[in-house]
């Protein structure tokens, strides 16, 4: 038994029937992908090695501690990887619609709060989509976690390390050991390389909170920051903000290869990030035009999750992050200028402790969970519109299961009761933009998308001018 952090037990509070605290991811293959040895991938790799997959949250009996990990004693790993198939044709609209009402659907909280799904019949081949509560961990841990089952080819995608043995002469089996090691040590050194890249977006925030500085030191810098942040005015009120329902729509664009955003970066002096979140806000600026609402010097703000890890710390779950706001130009009309407004925003914030808000601090102050909770709803819910995560994925195709991974992306929960949620994951060279939103609110969520692809497909005809 273990207990869970006060951050981890505010993402439990937080669980609403209209705001559901999951991490949704989808992973496709161009293949087939056998039931059974996912089943065995997943119980060796990540059921058995990390505790909370075969634990549930019960009240705690230690005072001042409401919620423990239990050890499930009816754990049932057929609860929790499920086989299903899409309708026919099988195609993206299908599974779009399957992860929007999965989205909507709430995990059990009596059982481990994880499930995931191998379906069949997407495009001839499959899909794995992964729910898992919030209070597991965050996105980046979580993240690691599921590409720690993977592998660089396919057959180390299916390999796991045995127990120790003693030493003595070595035959086929210590040589089949040896390379089971050595094929989880590369999985392990994939998704560090995630965290790395994650943690670059933002010029390695760790530092904020650097190792030598004292728990008070630091929870002083924690509690100055969001005491700062609560007294920043609420976002405008705008068609992307309101009461949420129960439905919620899962989009994904088309994939964009990362060679072209980054030509895009260097001729304007930008990050891939700065690029993306550019595109992004001008695809925002044109839906809420479609909606007849004045976008005019209009400016909302995402707010951005940013990784606090050590780079070179294990896997593990639980939430470590921080929150940047970063305020989006929709009023800018020229896409070029919106980029060169966006970077600029983005270059003031970086660095900047004021501008980073580290839940797990709150810890070191001896506040409750509930306290926790109210703070996070209350900052989101006021201080911004949307929720955006950037993940830079690995750079060459990774195998799961024995079949080659051919794209992936994920959702975080729009925390706070925000209607919208933004994510950015790159992988083997091309980056998909994914959003989930509330269907009261954005009932289209499609024109988003392709908005989207039209504001890249902008900066696109900008790089070719300038390098022409």
Same mark, same amino acid.
């Given at each position: 038994m273990s207990n869970l952090s006060v951050v981890d037990m505010a993402w439990y509070q937080m669980e609403e029937p209209t705001n559901l605290m999951m991490v949704t991811g989808l992973v496709l293959f161009?293949?087939?992908?056998?039931?059974?040895?996912?089943?065995?991938v997943l119980n060796r790799r990540m059921v058995q090695p990390f505790a909370p997959f075969h634990s549930v949250v019960v009240t705690s009996t230690i005072p001042g501690v409401p919620y /423990?990990?239990?050890?499930?004693?009816?754990?049932?790993?057929?609860?929790?990887?499920?086989?299903? @198939?899409?309708?026919?044709?099988?195609?993206?609209?299908?599974? +779009?619609?399957?992860t @929007?009402?999965?989205m909507s659907t709430a995990l059990d909280l009596n059982r481990s709060p994880w499930q995931i799904h191998l379906i069949d019949n997407y495009r001839g081949g499959s899909a794995v989509m992964t729910r898992i509560h919030h209070c597991m961990g965050d996105g980046i841990s979580l993240i690691r976690v599921l590409l720690s089952m993977t592998g660089t080819t396919a057959r180390d995608s299916l390999r796991v390390p045995g127990a120790k043995r003693k030493k003595k002469k070595k035959g086929p089996m210590d040589v089949a050991l040896k390379m089971a090691v050595n094929a989880i040590e590369t999985t /392990?050194?994939?998704? +560090? @390389?995630v965290m790395h890249e994650s943690q670059q977006v933002f010029e390695d925030p760790a530092h904020l909170f650097e190792l030598g500085t004292s728990a008070a030191e630091m929870a002083l810098k924690g509690a100055t920051a969001t005491g700062k942040l609560l007294l920043m005015p609420p976002d405008p009120h705008t068609p992307l903000k309101g009461d949420l329902g129960l439905i919620k729509l899962a989009q994904w664009s088309k994939p964009i290869d990362l060679i072209d955003i980054k030509r895009i970066g260097k001729v304007t002096d @930008?990050?891939?990030n700065d690029v993306l979140l550019a595109a992004m806000s001008g695809a925002l600026r044109r839906y809420l035009a479609s909606r007849h609402f004045e976008v005019e010097d209009l400016n909302i703000r995402a707010a951005?999750?940013?990784?606090l890890r050590p780079l070179d710390g294990p896997i593990k779950l639980g939430n470590e992050f921080g929150l940047v706001f970063l305020s989006l130009p929709l009023g800018v009309r020229d896409p070029y200028d919106r980029l060169m407004e966006l970077k600029r925003r983005m270059d003031q914030i970086k660095g900047s402790v004021e501008a980073v808000v580290a839940f797990g601090i709150l810890g070191m102050l001896?506040?409750?969970?509930? +306290?926790?909770?109210? /703070?996070?709803?209350?900052i989101f819910g006021t201080k911004a519109t949307a929720v955006a995560t950037n993940v830079p994925g690995p750079r060459e195709p990774i195998y799961m299961a024995g079949k080659e991974i051919d794209n992936m992306m994920f959702w975080v929960p729009q925390s706070g009761k925000l209607g919208i949620g933004i994510s950015i994951f790159s992988y083997a060279g091309r980056v998909t933009l994914g959003v989930a939103v509330d269907r009261g609110l954005i009932p289209d969520p499609e024109k988003i998308i392709s908005g989207f692809h039209e504001e890249f497909e902008a900066l696109k005809v900008l790089a070719d001018q300038v390098e022409s």
């Open positions: 161009k293949e087939k992908v056998e039931l059974n040895t996912l089943r065995e /423990q990990w239990e050890k499930d004693k009816h754990f049932d790993l057929s609860y929790h990887i499920r086989h299903i @198939s899409l309708p026919d044709p099988g195609g993206k609209e299908e599974l +779009q619609t399957l @929007s009402n999965m /392990q050194k994939v998704a +560090q @390389s @930008s990050k891939v951005v999750p940013v990784n001896g506040v409750t969970p509930g +306290q926790v909770a109210d /703070q996070i709803v209350n």
